[in-house]
């Protein structure tokens, strides 16, 4: 299992209005935008991404960072050989995404997710 990605999320009542202030400040794109959730990005040859959203989507609460993987069910596995089991999921989301969520040892919400 590889790790693909690593993106922060920041906690946003109206995620549209706060992506609106980095898109209009920093020069961010939106690249997804479910109401929820925003995804901005930069430019492609320099990757940039963010993510604003007012929760976790399917009821959850808002993870502090997204770790992407290349294999779920390998990080499940390492998960739980470290004796923690997941507080959400895993489940597939009707965005696209296959994912569980975990609390860290400091206690910190993680979404670890692989796109399906």
Do not use: C
């Amino acid at each position: 299992m590889q790790v693909t990605r690593i993106i922060p999320n920041l906690p946003a009542p109206d995620p549209a209005v706060l992506a609106a202030f980095y898109r209009d400040v920093f020069g961010l794109t939106v690249e997804f935008d479910m109401g929820w959730i925003v995804f901005l990005a930069g430019p492609a040859e320099k990757p940039v991404r963010m993510q604003i959203a007012s929760g976790g989507g399917s009821g959850t609460e808002l993870p502090a960072v997204s770790i992407g993987v290349d294999d779920l069910d390998e990080a499940l596995a390492r998960v739980r050989s470290a004796g923690v089991e997941p507080e959400y999921g895993p489940a597939v989301e009707p965005w696209g995404v296959h994912r569980f969520h975990l609390r860290d040892p400091a206690g910190n919400l993680v979404n670890v997710v692989t796109h399906i």
